[in-house]
């Protein structure tokens, strides 16, 4: 069964910079893809970034140059490293896993608060 833990996020000034990691209980290479997403209050959820098997990134346009998003193939951990967060980064943020094949499977974290302000 696959599990994702997110660590704790919390309260950030507006311009700081916050680590999230999302370590898997099995070995994230047999994903196609990891990512993150994340939900404001009264919004949808929307992807923020994500990294296929092979590397290769996606990033949302509002976070892009300010996120970075990366895999510890060995820890089973996907990392993503948040600077200069502006008050419009506040969300709940989810950690997700893909695998495609004949079907597409999707796992989700329990998600984790993220807070900018002042």
């Known amino acids: 069964q696959v599990q994702l833990v997110e660590s704790r996020g919390g309260l950030v000034q507006p311009g700081g910079s916050l680590r999230l990691s999302c370590v898997a209980s099995?070995?994230?290479?047999?994903?196609?893809?990891m990512g993150w997403y994340r939900q404001a209050p009264g919004k949808e959820r929307e992807l923020v970034a994500t990294i296929s098997t092979g590397g290769l990134t996606n990033y949302a346009d509002s976070v892009k140059g300010r996120f970075n998003i990366s895999r510890d193939n060995a820890k089973n951990t996907v990392y993503l490293q948040m600077n200069s967060l502006k008050p419009e980064d506040t969300a709940v943020y989810y950690c997700?896993?893909?695998?495609?094949?004949?079907?597409?499977?999707?796992?989700w974290g329990q998600g984790t608060q993220v807070t900018v302000s002042s």
């Open positions: 099995v070995r994230i290479f047999s994903f196609s893809a």
């Open positions: 997700n896993a893909r695998r495609v094949d004949s079907n597409t499977f999707n796992w």
